[in-house]
């Protein structure tokens, strides 16, 4: 019969379990939609973020690798209706669109 003290470890190894199936589930059904260079890029970074999140990588570490993802500017679709219009179009015009 098993006592209290031989399951304590119980908890904490379900709980990497459960990770490891629900990762290996999400990258299985996820890289089916990707092309093989999309799905190498998905793979790097879901062993980034697990590493990232087992502390086995800094903080800096990460932003090493993410530096080059990350862009330094807001991309045009992102940008406020404001500092994309054109300077012919008053801000009144551009109050009105935003209502």
């Known amino acids: ?3 209290s ?3 304590v470890g119980a ?3 379900r709980a990497q379990e ?7 589930s999400i990258y299985s059904h996820v890289s ?3 092309s093989t260079e999309h ?5 790097f970074l879901l062993a980034l973020q697990r590493l990232h999140t087992t502390h086995k990588l800094t903080d800096h570490e990460m932003s090493l690798w993410m530096s080059d993802m990350i862009p330094t500017s807001t991309p ?8 994309v219009c054109p300077q012919w179009i008053t801000q ?5 669109y935003t209502l």
């Open 18 to 24: 459960l990770i490891d199936t629900t990762t290996g």
């Open 32 to 34: 089916t939609f990707l």
């Open 11 to 13: 908890p904490e190894a």
């Open 39 to 43: 799905r190498d890029v998905f793979a």
């Open 92 to 96: 009144e015009v551009v109050f009105i």
């Open 1 to 3: 019969m098993t006592s």
């Open 5 to 7: 003290a031989d399951i």
């Open 76 to 83: 045009p679709h992102l940008q406020s209706i404001t500092d």
